[in-house]
């Protein structure tokens, strides 16, 4: 068997391995992006957080200040502080549900990229698992042809020895 087959799809299959590397850098850029915005969520979370902190300490010093009985000024100055504050609050609560959608972005854009490469990798496997079957076949067939001509050859050489004889 000194002939050397050639898969006829070969490039077909070089086209797609190419197509499963780059789904997997795809998947691996969407899992970095899909990290930075969960620490940008972490990040405006807890910028939330400790404004809601302030609001709930400068809360607890307006009703230390009614306890003492303070002027009604200085509490009207610190019931106007904590509007303030809430309206920061109310900022930061924003800014955490648009992070939470851009988190939930990148995960739908994470799993659209993996089920790309599970579908790449499918057509991958697909032609891989066609290739070795058809050089199977072609090794058979291959093997075949060989054959009939050896027996050829052989009933040639029969052939040419039996009219030696008779002539």
Request: aromatic share 4%.
């Given at each position: 068997?000194?002939?050397?087959?050639?898969?006829?799809?070969?490039?077909?299959?070089?086209?797609?391995?190419?197509?499963?590397e780059k789904a997997e850098k795809v998947v691996e850029e969407k899992k970095r992006a899909l990290e930075?915005?969960?620490?940008?969520?972490?990040?405006?979370?807890?910028?939330?957080?400790?404004?809601?902190?302030?609001?709930q300490d400068k809360l607890i010093q307006i009703r230390e200040a009614f306890d003492k009985g303070t002027t009604s000024d200085k509490i009207l100055?610190?019931?106007?502080?904590?509007?303030?504050?809430?309206?920061?609050?109310?900022q930061a609560e924003q800014?955490?549900?648009?992070?939470?959608?851009?988190?939930?972005?990148?995960?739908?854009?994470?799993?659209?990229?993996?089920?790309?490469?599970?579908?790449?990798?499918?057509?991958?496997e697909k032609i891989r698992i066609h290739k070795e079957e058809w050089e199977k076949e072609a090794l058979k067939?291959?093997?075949?042809?060989?054959?009939?001509?050896y027996d050829e050859i052989g009933q040639l050489i029969h052939e040419s020895q039996k009219r030696k004889?008779?002539?």
């Open positions: 068997m000194t002939n050397k087959i050639q898969y006829p799809l070969q490039q077909i299959l070089a086209v797609k391995k190419d197509r499963v930075v915005e969960q620490e940008k969520l972490k990040r405006v979370t807890a910028e939330r957080d400790e404004i809601f902190r302030h609001k100055q610190m019931k106007a502080y904590v509007k303030i504050v809430e309206g920061k609050l109310q800014k955490v549900a648009q992070q939470t959608q851009q988190v939930k972005q990148a995960e739908q854009a994470l799993a659209a990229a993996k089920e790309d490469l599970r579908a790449r990798r499918m057509e991958e067939e291959l093997e075949q042809q060989e054959n009939k001509e004889k008779n002539n």
